[in-house]
């Protein structure tokens, strides 16, 4: 492995292509199979952490209970009595979330009643 061989691989982590090497050393990529399988390999890693961006995932619903939990009780064993409490905890969120669900729904009540009624 030359020189120019690693200068390549120790910037090619952080170049789009080998074109964003420079001149020199993209040409030294054009007759290097050593850099050339190395930049293949950054290209495929490139692509596949594009894919990622599309991807979607949706945390269990207790995972906020059980981190405020943890944060707030960091002594906590992990023990049934742990599971317990974020069990009360993810309740006590779900509870709070259809509590604000229904004072949002209450008050676009109120608001249509009292326009219809001055419109009446
Ligand atoms: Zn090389």
Known sequence: MSTLCTVVRLRLPGVDSVDDLGERLARHVETCLTCQAESARYRTLRHRLGGLAEQTTTAPATLV???V????????????DRRAVVRRAAIAVSAAAG????????????IGLRRAHQAA
């Open 99 to 110: 509590a604000a669900v229904a004072a949002t729904a209450g008050t676009i009540i109120v």
């Open 69 to 80: 939990i943890r944060i707030e009780n960091p002594d906590l064993e992990e023990t049934g």
């Open 65 to 67: 209970p059980s981190v």
